[in-house]
């Protein structure tokens, strides 16, 4: 069974610094999506990483994929306040008689809070 | 615009009343979901249909209903069997095939008091 953590659970960092989120999976996940939440709200698709080794690169977040570590990380560069929200990974469940379905397992979020 | 629509926003009931909550695609998205999110947590899976007149369990089916008539209609009833109903509750929708992006509702909260 899939499993996804995520680390931290709350960030608060300056703005104009840089942090990496952390999202390690249990087993083999054919891909791992990354995706923003504000406060009351639904859930913003920000990335797709689809195999070993992607990157993927929009404005101050970049968002890669070790697919061998079970680990992507979501990097922010010179953080601004606008950035401030909940982050999710999730990973794609894999059932055990193979092939794949777009079951998408959550981890738990990175709540981002970036001070002025 | 394309999209999903969720409805209502908002709803409160009384302990032991059936919800039925909407969940309408334009998109022309074969595959559809129901996520529960509780306060501070990530997401859950209570049911996902990939086709018309078909659905399968999630994670956390128990106490939910969903049907699935229409390509683009995918409602949820939450019933009185549910020990814990309140809830933010998402729908979403996608193309059939793994990797593609998985597009979500505004989203229900429901309240059960």
């Known amino acids: 069974e899939l499993k996804v953590e995520q680390n931290p659970l709350f960030l608060s960092m300056q703005e104009g610094k840089n942090y990496t989120i952390y999202c390690n999976y249990s087993t083999t996940s054919d891909r791992l999506y990354w995706y923003r939440q504000d406060p009351g709200k639904s859930l913003e698709s920000l990335f797709v990483?689809?195999?070993?080794?992607a990157v993927k690169q929009e404005g101050r977040l970049m968002a890669s994929l070790d697919t061998k570590a079970r680990l992507s990380t979501l990097h922010i560069t010179a953080a601004v306040h606008d950035l401030s929200a909940t982050y999710f990974c999730?990973?794609?469940?894999?059932?055990?008689?193979?092939?794949?379905?777009?079951?998408?397992?959550f981890g738990t979020g990175t709540l981002l809070a970036v001070q002025p | 615009d394309g999209g999903i629509t969720q409805s209502p926003k908002y709803l409160f009931r009384k302990e032991g009343q059936n919800v039925t909550l909407s969940c309408e695609q334009n998109l022309n998205h074969d595959a559809m979901y129901w996520y529960r999110q509780d306060p501070g947590q990530g997401l859950r899976l209570i049911y996902y249909?990939?086709?018309?007149?078909?659905?399968q369990k999630g994670d956390i089916a128990e106490g939910y209903s969903v049907s699935r008539e229409k390509k683009e209609s995918f409602p949820l009833t939450v019933t009185s069997a549910q020990k814990n109903p309140t809830a933010f509750y998402l729908c979403?929708?996608?193309?059939?095939?793994?990797?593609?992006?998985?597009?979500f509702g505004e989203g229900s909260w429901l309240t059960v008091v």
């Open positions: 979403a929708s996608s193309i059939l095939g793994a990797g593609n992006t998985i597009y």
């Open positions: 999730a990973g794609l469940h894999s059932p055990s008689y193979g092939g794949a379905t777009n079951k998408l397992i």
């Open positions: 990483l689809l195999s070993n080794g």
């Open positions: 249909s990939q086709i018309v007149n078909d659905f």
